[in-house]
């Protein structure tokens, strides 16, 4: 849910973190914000470009509509549903909106859509709704007013797709970066559901009123609480306050706001480009990931909800310019970005390195690799640390099942000091921290792995250690399956006594291709054999050879083989 049909607790606490004299709470309909035209609702260069993908999407649709449900017909008036808060800054340049354009930018989107599905039927309601929520033409400056002005990179094309009047020689302009990509999803996502609510009616005149309906709910009884201020020093305030008391306002936000309100006006070009470039490299979803370990591998562990007051505190006492800041920002960003997509240019086994920690989902290898990458120049040096986290956490992590927060602390710390002297003797650090080999092999031998990505890391690299060349790639998901010898699913009268104990276990698990995969499921050992003879996967072929029955005994016999190997492979 995105939010309750009730206004006054949010209403009390928000007057509970601010000073009347510096700004002043108000209750707002979406319709209200919309339709604000002296000056309307701008979105700072600043503020993040969009960044709600369908999910998002879906959830502000559904609850509109389980709200419309919940008071049919004229039982909604009286009632709100409430969206959260908003910060505004009232400037003779525009409502400049600090926090909110997600929720804001989304009601216009669906507001462009229900534009055009009332062109169907009335021209001129659809031009009533244009002109006073998306935008209007004003005789006496004689240029277009747009109701709202998301930043800089999402600007024009959140004009040219969503605000302007789609007539008959209306072109769709070209998406340039993701945001822009999210914004026409976005539109393509209410387009569909207006399509299917049409068919489903079938009925225009019932399809136009329903299309009213939405309209209505939406802009009379979609409610946010804005935080409205004369002073963007004071409202940055409140949008900084917001986040300390857990209103959901995000790190990368807080950050560009102060970053800009502190860069010198002869710089703040520069600083805006170097954030549209880190906007550029990192998805929404993985930035508040990324300044988290970026400050991780600089000053240790610190924790979301106190990151930014840590930020600026540092910014603050060392007088850290924004264009610095920007421009170290900016580096780290395309580094990070290497990491988390598994790609190194300087060195094969690093990228492969970088790659297995992403299948793995092992971020908390992230900070480490950020500060190695940076701050060692010996490439040997950075393959042997690289490498030697990734043993550690296989072995302390994904293997032997200790405690996340004792490698978290770990490695936290060591991202720290690479970066204050990176030597050779952190290696050695990383062997002690990890289990030993008889503590590894004995918990490789009794394994049991239910997370398939994890499963099919271990096996690809037992499978890559099985040649004596790697002429061999071993696709990806798509292509190549990981395997239950003995089913996941089997047949009444072949499931094992204690299915559970040995379906999951590493020593009952192989690769095999997408095509042999699908022909044999839930087939039998010896229905099967034929196929395995067929793999171009040595773990695969081998096993008809190798085991003439499968058992309980034979997951356990192959699973100490695997163990053996294990200790070979992830070793330092």
């Known amino acids: 849910m995105l939010g309750e049909p009730s206004l006054t607790s949010p209403i009390?606490?928000?007057?509970?973190?601010?000073?009347?004299?510096?700004?002043?709470?108000?209750r707002k309909t979406i319709g209200d914000l919309l339709s604000m035209t002296n000056p309307p609702i701008v979105v700072p260069d600043w503020q993040r470009n969009f960044s709600w993908t369908t999910s998002e999407v879906e959830t502000f649709w559904q609850d509109l509509l389980r709200f419309d449900q919940l008071y049919p017909n004229d039982n909604i008036n009286d009632q709100e549903y409430f969206l959260g808060a908003i910060v505004i800054v009232d400037t003779e340049q525009g409502n400049l909106l600090l926090d909110g354009q997600q929720r804001i930018a989304t009601a216009a989107i669906l507001l462009s859509t229900i534009r055009d599905f009332l062109k169907r039927y009335s021209t001129d309601a659809a031009q009533r709704l244009s002109s006073r929520y998306l935008s209007d033409y004003d005789d006496a400056t004689e240029r277009t007013i747009y109701k709202i002005s998301l930043n800089?990179?999402?600007?024009?094309?959140?004009?040219?797709?969503?605000?302007?009047?789609?007539?008959a020689n209306y072109t769709a302009p070209a998406p340039r970066c993701e945001s822009h990509q999210h914004i026409r999803k976005a539109r393509s996502f209410f387009e569909a559901k207006f399509d299917e609510r049409y068919t489903q009616i079938n009925d225009p005149k019932a399809a136009q009123q329903w299309s009213l309906r939405i309209l209505k709910v939406l802009t009379s009884h979609m409610s946010v609480v804005a935080v409205i201020s004369q002073d963007e020093d004071n409202a940055s305030s409140v949008f900084e306050t917001l986040n300390d008391r857990g209103i959901g306002l995000s790190t990368p936000d807080l950050l560009r706001n102060l970053v800009l309100r502190r860069a010198q006006e002869t710089q703040s070009d520069e600083v805006l480009d170097l954030w549209g470039e880190i906007l550029g490299i990192q998805s929404d979803a993985k930035l508040d990931g990324f300044f988290r370990h970026f400050w991780i591998s600089r000053e240790g562990d610190v924790k979301t909800r106190s990151l930014y007051r840590e930020i600026k505190k540092r910014i603050l006492e060392t007088d850290w310019s924004s264009l610095d800041l920007s421009r170290t920002l900016r580096n780290s960003a395309k580094v990070y970005e290497d990491i988390v997509n598994g790609r190194f240019d300087d060195s094969e086994k690093v990228a492969r390195y970088f790659a297995g920690v992403a299948e793995l989902g092992a971020k908390v290898l992230y900070?480490?690799?950020?500060?190695?990458?940076?701050?060692?120049?010996?490439?040997?040096?950075?393959?042997?640390?690289?490498?030697?986290?990734?043993?550690?956490?296989v072995r302390h992590s994904l293997v032997c099942g200790k405690e996340n927060s004792q490698i978290e602390d770990f490695t936290f710390s060591l991202a720290k000091r690479v970066r204050e002297n990176p030597v050779s003797s952190l290696v050695?650090?990383?062997?002690?921290?990890?289990?030993?080999?008889?503590?590894f092999r004995e918990s490789f031998a009794s394994l049991i792995l239910k997370r398939q990505a994890s499963a099919r890391y271990l096996l690809r690299e037992i499978e890559q250690s099985e040649r004596t060349t790697e002429e061999l790639d071993v696709g990806p998901p798509s292509r190549v399956h990981v395997e239950h010898i003995y089913p996941l699913t089997p047949k009444a009268e072949n499931r094992w006594e204690h299915h559970d104990r040995f379906v999951s276990r590493i020593g009952n698990l192989t690769l095999l291709s997408r095509r042999l995969n699908i022909s044999i499921q839930n087939g039998t050992y010896q229905e099967k054999k034929d196929s395995y003879i067929q793999s171009e996967l040595l773990i695969t072929k081998k096993l008809p050879e190798e085991y003439a029955d499968w058992n309980p005994e034979s997951v356990e016999s192959r699973q100490k083989v695997l163990a053996d190997k294990a200790v070979d492979i992830w070793s330092f």
Do not use: H, N
Not at 368 to 390: G, R
């Open 367 to 393: 900070p480490p690799y950020l500060s190695i990458v940076e701050a060692c120049k010996d490439m040997q040096l950075i393959e042997q640390m690289t490498w030697a986290l990734m043993v550690a956490y």
């Open 152 to 167: 800089r990179f999402d600007r024009d094309f959140f004009r040219r797709e969503i605000l302007e009047s789609r007539e």
């Open 428 to 439: 050695d650090e990383i062997r002690e921290f990890a289990p030993s080999d008889g503590r």
């Open 12 to 26: 009390q606490a928000i007057r509970a973190l601010t000073m009347p004299s510096q700004y002043s709470p108000a």
